[in-house]
């Protein structure tokens, strides 16, 4: 048995006990950086999020159906209107707990002056892109971050703190925008500021995610619609394979290209319009490649379609064999997938109690996800500390509710 496997989440107060560490974390940190009195703070989380289906495809305008984790960004700040020489301040000042960061873990921001940031804190410039797209007016704060949502892990750490910052800001201003608003002003944040041309999906269901629910979204028109996931016969394991290859960014942009190209070739405003028929029409003008990137859009959207109808009628059974489907496709046509990621999938399927098992995320690293008996979650997890050969942490997760403020 692999013995130095990471903490096991195997009880739902250890997440509540998390957030409430890290509360208390960046009060006391906040205490020490920024003010001496112990005056009134506001505090906020976002969550993270784990999609069950739908992957690559939001960018297809197509469906996905994820659901919000108990994972969090935390922020604690307060408004700062006066400099410490009583002038008025345009500055805001910004700490970040993440360890990994070393000392470039503190920013300013001067609110006359929203320019990105160097590569070396890169992650400011997630908060100055949503000071910018806020759609109130900001006013200057200081503020102190902590977040246990494991960057890299394909389990949308950037969403998570886009959502808490807008959160933050809404609060501290009390000038609030509707759930769907906040999410696409924090996407258009992060691609104007990190230059990641990521879909709707993340920062929706950070937004807007419900205990006990999954949210299918429909990326073309951001209609969303609820599914409960209660069951308390069946959870959700979201295992991290601790790897991350660092090719996203470029195949990220070159899967979406192709994607977009075949659409253009056959005639379609995006794949989502598409259907298999369409695709083997215009095989001939279409390289090998790029037809089994948009043969995995295609398909992927029906089977998200699908497994909403099942979660719909509780068939899980029909819903896991649809994961199963998904991360084929992903690791056959996409091609998203990495030995780590396939090591994972396989060790779960083959476990008694496992319904169905995908990777999840951009892939190329992150975690999988699994659907599986309650009675058989310790025995999956005992199995892949044995068998899988990299060092794997563990979230059994309940859907848990969108951003909000912490009382």
């Keep these: 048995m692999n013995s130095d496997y990471l903490a096991l989440y195997d009880n739902q107060s250890k ?8 509360l208390s974390a960046c009060k006391t940190e906040f205490l ?38 108990p994972l969090y960004t935390v922020i604690v700040g307060k408004l700062k209107p006066f ?46 892109g949503v000071v910018a797209n806020f759609e109130g007016t900001v006013e200057p704060f200081d503020c102190v971050i902590k977040s246990n949502v494991p960057l890299g892990s394909g389990l949308s750490s950037s969403a998570a703190l886009e959502v808490a ?31 990641v041309p990521c879909g709707i999906m993340d920062q929706f ?84 490649e790029s037809y089994k990137r948009a043969k995995h859009a295609i398909t992927e959207i029906e089977r998200t379609l699908n497994a909403s109808k099942a979660l719909s009628g509780n068939d899980m059974t029909t819903f896991g064999q649809l994961m199963n489907q998904s991360h084929d496709s992903l690791r056959d046509d996409f091609n998203v997938s990495c030995a780590e990621l396939d090591s994972l999938v ?30 058989h979650v310790n025995e999956v997890i005992e199995n892949i500390k044995q068998k899988y050969k990299g060092v794997a942490s563990f979230y059994v997760c309940k859907p848990c509710e969108g951003a909000r403020q912490i009382q």
């Excluded at 509540?16 to 890290?22: F, H, P, R, S």
């Excluded at 301040?89 to 700490?95: D, I, S």
């Design 205 to 288: 269901i950070s937004s807007m995610g419900k205990e006990n629910n999954t949210l299918l979204i429909d990326c073309r028109s951001y209609e969303s619609k609820l599914f409960a996931l209660n069951d308390p016969d069946i959870s959700v394991l979201v295992v991290n394979s601790n790897v991350k290859h660092q090719l996203e960014g470029s195949e990220y942009s070159s899967r979406r290209k192709q994607c977009e190209d075949v659409a253009r070739i056959i005639g379609k405003k995006s794949l989502r319009d598409a259907t298999l028929q369409d695709l083997q029409n215009n095989e001939k003008k279409i390289d090998r």
């Design 83 to 128: 400099d410490d020489n009583n002038n008025k301040n345009t500055v805001c000042r910004v700490k970040s707990l993440e360890a990994s960061l070393g000392d470039k873990n503190y920013v300013e921001i001067d609110l006359n002056n929203l320019q990105k940031k160097d590569k070396n804190q890169n992650w400011a410039n997630y908060i100055i």
């Design 32 to 69: 020490k950086s920024f003010c001496t009195k112990n005056s009134e703070l506001i505090s906020v989380c976002a969550p993270g999020r784990v999609n069950l289906i739908g992957e690559h495809i939001d960018y297809n305008d197509g469906f996905v159906l994820p659901m919000a984790i």
């Design 346 to 375: 396989e060790i779960s399927r083959n476990s008694d109690g496992v319904l169905g098992s995908r990777m999840t995320g951009g892939g190329f690293g992150g975690c999988t996800v699994t659907l599986v008996k309650t009675s």
């Design 165 to 195: 910052m807008y959160t933050f800001l809404e609060n501290l201003t009390n000038q609030f925008s509707s759930k769907e608003n906040k999410a696409l002003r924090c996407q258009k944040a992060e691609h104007e500021y990190a230059s």
């Design 15 to 22: 997440y509540a006990d998390e957030l409430n560490q890290n």
